[in-house]
């Protein structure tokens, strides 16, 4: 890898970028009558079609030219050998470690690891079985009918997803709840209906110092009081931390403290203990490995796939190429399947704290822009909000969809229409109207010609705008567990790619600070000396509003 590789890919793929169009998908399609099986492809899990995206062969071969001028093949290595990959923390990113088969050898920094993890995996299976056989009880001597974990981001997102996901397959009986934000209503209505005697309280946090979810374990445990007394809340809560020690100063017994290590990234802790408890106690212990397991064959294909045909490697290029080059900024994700609604909220955390970095591991201004903005939401709700602006708006952002092509036997027919409406986005998307057949069309309809001319440009689509769509044959935890690795993976890929860190988040830093010399003034006392005008202004409009309104 040489700087001068990396420019000579780069002026190429500019080059490419500009050739007038670049942009004309159907053409490509008349061109080249492969074109759907040349841009397809098979990895565990996931079947990838980006054939309705704007490139060719030469310019997919200078993007794996770029990746090769940018150490892809030696960066995938690193990750997998525990190497400090990530370099401003100076540790090893080793999530891959946590679903891989017991007897995988992996090691941090020439630690292995495996052994730990397996530990962590038995003692979590034991305690889920204490308490769904009814083993381990609340301090009243009643079972647990209910769990409540409270985290936020990592500790939260991933684990929320994956037990909305697959709830309908697995149940255990128990009712698994997430609370994240600190808001008003959120905990009460988490709380809503349950008993303190029957309630356990999980609390996730790596590093045990998370302010929002450190005040929703205090308050959780005031309602607990009401139920079983302050002495009897300690039996009502479980940790999962990499902070033992904060977790016994919080009151958590050692025996309900699970660990996790700090070469676990927060957004990828869903598959420590941070996921395994809540996840195995909604689900059971065999969901969860199916989920590994499906992880651990993503993996596979990503450590040992050459370029060309590693799935996570070609989607990170193709984000290199629509934002770098094309100047497509914002990705969406639509998932046609109501059980996958909570992936781009867990999207948005893997891909914007990981890429959202504006300078390369050595320090230096990032080349151009990294990771794109991500919005989503379910189709075909998603269809009712901003689809408009995707089809005719005047910016054009790439939709990334996922069809699950079999659905809840109970809802085939709904599944069917969910099917066609994701086939029938993307096609819309590509091939458009012109302003001719929709005025062709209004006069079919018997609309006057002065009016058919006029509603023709906005009955219109343009048409030519790029879409992914990755499918699944069946939504279960094996499957689950592989697309979540591809977008980790992918994330990785394109850090490479970019030259960032994808493993560090000192982003969120400031704002947490200054929140928390901010308090002070919220509650009446002088704003901090650092607070700017702007600031000091709205202090005082809002201390005068809460002093005025009815409380
Ligand atoms: O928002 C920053 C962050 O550190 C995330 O990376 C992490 O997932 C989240 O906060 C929660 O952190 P913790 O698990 O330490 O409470």
């Known amino acids: ?26 053409r490509r399609f008349a061109e080249d009558a492969a074109r759907v099986e040349r841009f397809s492809w098979e990895a565990p899990g996931v079947h990838a079609d980006a054939s309705k995206q704007p490139w060719d062969a030469e310019i997919f071969d200078g993007l794996v030219r770029y990746a090769r001028a940018q150490g892809m093949e030696q960066g995938i290595a690193a990750l997998f050998a525990g190497e400090r990959v990530n370099t401003t923390e100076e540790r090893a990113a080793l999530h891959v470690a946590l679903r891989a088969p017991a007897q995988a050898t992996f090691a941090a920094d020439g630690e292995p690891v495996m052994g730990p993890i397996v530990q962590q995996r038995a003692r979590v299976r034991d305690f889920v079985s204490e308490v769904h056989t009814g083993r381990r009880r609340g ?89 079983v007394g302050s002495e009897g809340s300690a039996a009502h809560f479980a940790a999962v931390t990499a902070a033992p020690e904060k977790a016994a100063a919080f009151g958590i017994a050692p025996d309900a403290c699970f660990e996790l290590w700090d070469w676990v990234g927060g957004r990828y802790s869903l598959w420590s203990t941070v996921g395994a408890l809540p996840s195995s106690l909604a689900l059971g212990s065999s969901a969860v490995e199916a989920l590994r397991r499906g992880a651990a064959a993503m993996d596979e294909h990503f450590r ?37 609604r909570l992936l781009p909220a867990h999207l948005q955390q893997v891909d914007m704290e990981s890429l959202g970095k504006r300078v390369r591991r050595d320090g230096s201004e990032a080349a151009g822009p990294t990771g794109p903005a991500l919005l989503g939401q379910p189709g075909t709700t998603a269809q009712h909000a901003f689809f408009q602006a995707l089809h005719q708006g005047t910016d054009v952002l790439p939709v990334e969809f996922i069809a699950v092509a079999e659905g809840p036997a109970a809802y085939r027919a709904h599944h069917e229409v969910l099917l066609a409406n994701c086939l029938a986005q993307s096609m819309a998307l590509m091939c458009g109207k012109s302003a001719a057949a929709a005025e062709a ?55 490479l790619l970019y030259g960032i860190n994808a493993f560090d988040q000192y982003g969120v830093e400031l704002g947490k600070q200054l929140a928390s010399s901010l308090v002070g003034a919220v509650r009446g006392e002088a704003p901090p000396p650092e607070a700017d005008p702007s600031t000091r202004g709205l202090l005082r409009w809002l201390t005068q509003a809460r002093s005025t309104e009815p409380r």
């Open 1 to 26: 890898m040489s700087r001068s590789d990396e420019s000579a890919a780069h002026s190429l793929l500019a080059g490419l970028a500009a050739r007038p169009g670049v942009h004309a998908l159907q």
């Open 139 to 227: 301090h009243t001597g009643a079972p647990f009918t209910a769990v409540v974990h409270l985290g936020i981001g990592g500790s939260e997102l991933g684990p929320h997803l994956v037990c909305a996901a697959l709830r309908g397959q697995h149940r255990s009986g128990l009712d698994v709840r997430f609370v994240s934000n600190l808001g008003a209503g959120a905990l009460d209505e988490a709380l809503e209906g349950l008993r303190p005697e029957q309630t356990l309280f999980i609390v996730a946090s790596k590093t045990f110092t998370t302010a929002e979810t450190l005040q929703l374990a205090g308050t959780a445990r005031q309602w607990l009081a009401q139920g």
């Open 304 to 340: 040992t796939r050459p370029l060309e045909r590693n799935l996570p490697v070609v989607l990170a290029l193709l984000r290199l190429w629509q934002g770098r080059y094309l100047g497509q900024r914002v990705q969406v994700v639509v998932p046609y399947d109501h059980r996958l």
């Open 441 to 495: 069309e209004l006069l079919a309809a018997g609309v006057a010609p002065d009016r058919a001319a006029r509603l023709a440009a906005h009955r219109s689509f343009p048409g030519e705008r790029p879409s992914t769509t990755l499918a699944l044959r069946s939504l279960e935890a094996e499957s689950l567990g592989a697309l979540l690795a591809l977008y980790e993976h992918r994330v990785y890929a394109e850090s």
